[in-house]
């Protein structure tokens, strides 16, 4: 009997030295939090977050019965931020947080969302949040976008694409090309290089201090394909092609490329910023290695805006048909979206010619006469020939819904046009 109790004693205090154990443990890692990173789902059209912290949960996630904050912030351009734990002076777990979309007004066009325990994002995380899932998009992208939630005292950033998967401690490794990104809000690196041959490629990002120093390691490097074979259709012009809208949603997200709603796959080509000049400079490098046998030609709206006649712009379309005819590509020419100078002006701080709109509609005449054309003005027609800030925030990119009417309209025309070519494309997207 004695023996027993002596027994359930012993087993007591091993029990309590383990509980003391894992309580100074948890207290340890506690008063060792340094910062969290919480993220949570993108917003449509979202040009901004609002994030709140309060220390007692709403019942609801109705504006008037939230608690008062201790933090509000209104500067988060990505579905994810990190925060200095010790600058809210307070617990993780007696936090929560909530968060809502933002239009370019800072209005909010979403609701708060559900609070979330603080202590339950990221703690301490050791490298960059990748957010570009670029193997989404069919074939590849020619010109691929990269893009990751900001690092919390970051001064800058290297991204490195790689033709081989690299393990975390790695520096160099099968380096392609790398890009130095400045900026503690930075999110985002547009690639300046067109990937034409056909492979597996790696990119990955690394935080930097005020003195070029990394902060924590590099992100897990992510994959993205280049296919060259077996391309049927292509997509082939400047910014609204190659994606992104809202103001600070890269083209790296599917919902801001048009060829997502085609319903079928389609190689985009696009580059931002480019002009009808540079799509005639780059169509034997850029179009030829994957060997379409429809090319989409959507661009022109950049050298309007900025003042080239329509004539010009015509001749640069006429070069591209030509180009496309004397190697066996037939050309589908879109016409030019409209713009709208003041949301641009807003946005961007740039100026459109007064002369854009009748340039544009002389433009837009001589695609609609051509053999095969997809006529998309209609979608965004409203008085006065705006662009609607309803489908472009910035008065220029399409949003989501303004990207979707695009490729629905492309699609459609595709499948009644070259039902032989987009059968071929919906064979690789069953593969």
């Avoid at 990221?122 to 690092?151: C, H, Q, R």
């Avoid at 459109?352 to 965004?380: G, K, Y």
């Avoid at 925030?393 to 595709?414: E, F, N, Q, R």
Wanted: aromatic share 10%.
């Amino acid at each position: 009997m004695l023996l027993n109790v002596i027994r359930v004693l012993v087993c007591f205090m091993v029990a309590l030295v383990v509980c003391q154990s894992g309580a100074g443990k948890v207290q340890a890692d506690i008063d060792n939090v340094k910062k969290v990173r919480i993220v949570w789902e993108v917003q449509p059209d979202a040009v901004m977050y609002e994030l709140m912290i309060v220390k007692q949960p709403a019942d609801t996630a109705e504006q008037s019965a939230l608690p008062e904050p201790i933090l509000i912030r209104q500067d988060i351009y990505t579905a994810g931020v990190e925060l200095d734990a010790l600058a809210l002076n307070s617990e993780l777990n007696s936090l929560w947080w909530q968060v809502r979309a933002l239009n370019v007004e800072r209005q909010p066009i979403s609701e708060f969302s559900q609070p979330q325990l603080l202590s339950e994002g990221e703690i301490n995380p050791i490298s960059p949040l990748p957010t570009a899932y670029l193997d989404s998009f069919p074939f590849g992208k020619l010109y691929p976008a990269y893009s990751w939630i900001p690092v919390l005292n970051a001064a800058s950033y290297e991204v490195q694409v790689l033709s081989a998967k690299p393990e975390i401690d790695q520096v160099y490794v099968a380096l392609v090309r790398k890009y130095e990104v400045s900026g503690s809000v930075a999110f985002d690196c547009y690639d300046e290089a067109a990937y034409t041959e056909e492979g597996t490629y790696w990119w990955r990002v690394l935080a930097k201090d005020a003195d070029n120093k990394p902060i924590g390691q590099w992100s897990p490097a992510l994959s993205f394909q280049v296919q060259r074979q077996g391309v049927p259709i292509a997509l082939f012009g400047d910014s609204v092609t190659h994606g992104g809208g809202a103001i600070s949603n890269p083209p790296s997200d599917p919902a801001y490329d048009l060829t997502s709603y085609a319903g079928l796959p389609i190689k985009n080509l696009g580059r931002s910023g480019d002009t009808v000049a540079g799509m005639v400079d780059r169509f034997d490098h850029d179009v030829l290695p994957f060997s379409p046998q429809v090319l989409v030609v959507l661009g022109g709206i950049n050298d309007i805006r900025a003042g080239m006649s329509a004539d010009e712009v015509i001749e640069y379309f006429a070069a591209i048909k030509s180009q496309c005819l004397r190697h066996g590509i037939v050309p589908v020419f879109v016409t030019l979206t409209p713009v709208n100078p003041t949301a641009i002006k807003n946005a961007f701080d740039e100026e459109t010619s007064p002369e854009w709109r009748s340039q544009w509609e002389q433009a837009n005449q001589w695609i609609i006469a051509q053999e095969h054309h997809v006529d998309v003005t209609p979608l965004f027609n409203q008085p006065g020939g705006l662009m609607p800030t309803a489908l472009a925030t910035d008065g220029l990119h399409p949003d989501t819904v303004g990207k979707a009417m695009i490729g629905s309209a492309v699609g459609a025309y595709l499948k009644q046009n070259f039902p032989e070519h987009t059968n071929q494309a919906a064979q690789w997207q069953e593969i």
